[in-house]
Every structure is written in C-alpha cells, then in structure tokens.
C-alpha cells in the first residue's frame, strides 16, 4: 500500500452500483475500501478484479445499520489506513409495497439502511474528516426521492431523506472543506432493477427521454469527479443521473 494512497469507502460495493464505483476510485489512485454486508465472495472476486487492475483496496464489512458496528469500523480503519478522505454511502434496499400493506417492520428495515446507514456512517466519517480539515461524502439518493414513486414510499421517504439531512451536514460542514453531495440516479442496470419485469420495463423506458436503462459506470464517473478536488466548488448539491427521467 502507498503511504500517500487517499482513502475511498465505499458502503454496498459488493455489487452493483457500489461496485462499479470502487472499480472507478481505485483508477483514480484511492485505497478504495469495499463494504458488504453479507456477500464477502462477491466483495472478494471484486477485490482480486481491482487488484489485478493495478488498483489498492480492501474487504470492510459491516452492517451500516448498527451504528456501534459502524463506529468501531470507522476506529479501525483510521488507525489501519488512515483518516477516510471520501466516504460513498451506496448500500441501500428496496422492499416495495403500497401504504396501506406497508409493514412496520419493512418500514423500519428501508429506513434504518437506506437512511439512518448513511446518517452513520457520514457522522463516522466526518469526525476524521474534520480532523483532517477536508473530505467528500457523496451520497447514493434516488430519482425516486425526487419525484416519488407509487408502491415506493418507504424507500422514497428514505432517498428524500438523505437530500434534507446531506443540505444541512453540507452547512454544518463547509467551513472545514468538506463537502457532501447527493447523486440521485435513474434506472440503473444492477441485481436491484434486475427483478422488473419485461412489461415494467418497457413501461420505464417510455419515461426515460433518452430512451434506455443507464450503466452502473455512469453513476460511477459522477462519483469520481465529486471524489475528487476538480469540484472542490460544489457542495450541498442534488445531481441527476437519470436520462432525463426527472429534470
Ligand atoms: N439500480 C438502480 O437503478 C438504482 C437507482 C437509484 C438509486 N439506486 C441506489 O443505488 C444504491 C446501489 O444500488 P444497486 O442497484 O447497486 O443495489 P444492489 O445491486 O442491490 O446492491 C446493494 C448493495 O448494498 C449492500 N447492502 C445492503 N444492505 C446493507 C447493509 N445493511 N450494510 C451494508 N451493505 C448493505 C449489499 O451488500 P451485500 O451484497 O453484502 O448484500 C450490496 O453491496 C442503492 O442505495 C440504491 O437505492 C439504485
């Protein structure tokens, strides 16, 4: 490991979007650190496939629900690696259901992930950060915290969530340079869209004015550039990877 390798976290990369967006960091020189929760094989075929990219990273995994677990990760990595210099909170869950089947617990499963997960992990982060007087927390969002989306509440009341809480840490943090911006992407080809069905599909495409399911590689090039100090200008900001789904 180099001495000077910058360090990238990044919550929920076993897979999907988060996995995409490790492979992106570890280009750009980060000692990228993949988080999981469950799949450590699939973190692990990811760390070889980085590593025989050329790039630096390690296996991090914990349940960013517990913030005790999240607490003493943060502790460790710091005196292991280093302060966390950009933190990416990516994991997140869906489980759908109209309001009036909504389940106490599914509510409190997609809250306690999608949102509180994020609130835990930045307040980690963030001490280090402070300490180090910079830093960028990107937070993974979605369009469907924006424009709502029936059969979706809970997770939308969660990805919206996300934009209040990441406006106001955004405030409370600026005069230390540290920055936190919300990614909200679209339709994104990963195991989670994996379940739609054939006529869902067709039925999100006609609302895409682009036309066609985004990669996760696109939402990983807008994560690389707010990662890094080529936007050291933008704070407290809501950015769209949607094909124009939501303007
Ligand atoms: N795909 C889309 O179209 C889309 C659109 C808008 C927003 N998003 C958002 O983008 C993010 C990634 O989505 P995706 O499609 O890549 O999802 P995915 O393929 O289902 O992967 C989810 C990731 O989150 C991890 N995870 C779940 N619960 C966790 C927990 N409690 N602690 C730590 N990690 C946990 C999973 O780890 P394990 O593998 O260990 O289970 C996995 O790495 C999510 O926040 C999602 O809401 C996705």
Redesign the pocket.
């Known amino acids: 490991m180099s001495e000077t390798a910058k360090i990238a976290l990044v919550?929920?990369?076993?897979?999907?979007?988060?996995a995409a967006i490790a492979h992106r960091l570890a280009k750009d020189g980060f000692l990228v650190l993949i988080?999981?929760?469950?799949?450590e094989d699939?973190?692990r075929e990811l760390q070889n496939a980085i590593q025989q990219a050329g790039g630096k990273v390690e296996l991090c995994g914990?349940?960013?629900?517990k913030s005790d677990q999240v607490d003493e990760k943060f502790d460790w990595i710091a005196k292991t690696f280093g302060p966390v210099a950009v933190l990416v909170n990516?994991?997140?869950?869906?489980i759908d259901s109209l309001l009036m089947r909504m389940k106490d617990a599914d509510l409190d499963k997609t809250l306690d992930?999608?949102l509180k997960?994020a609130i835990f992990c930045t307040r980690a982060a963030t001490k280090q950060m402070m300490r180090a007087r910079q830093g960028s927390v990107i937070q993974?969002?979605?369009?469907?915290g924006e424009s709502g989306n029936a059969g979706q509440s809970a997770?939308a009341a969660a990805?919206a969530g996300l934009i209040g809480f990441s406006k106001s840490v955004a405030k409370e943090l600026a005069s230390r340079q540290i920055r936190v911006n919300v990614v909200?992407?679209?339709?994104?080809e990963?195991?989670?869209?994996g379940a739609l069905t054939e006529v869902q599909k067709e039925a999100i495409l006609r609302s895409i004015p682009l036309g066609f399911l985004g990669a996760?590689e696109d939402v990983a090039e807008l994560v690389a550039f707010l990662a890094s100090p080529v936007s050291r200008y933008i704070t407290g900001q809501v950015i769209g990877v949607n094909g124009g789904m939501y303007m």
């Open positions: 919550t929920g990369a076993s897979r999907g979007l988060g988080n999981f929760v469950s799949n699939q973190a914990f349940d960013v629900s990516n994991a997140g869950i869906t992930v999608d997960g993974i969002s979605s369009v469907v997770y990805k909200t992407p679209g339709f994104i990963t195991d989670m869209t996760p």
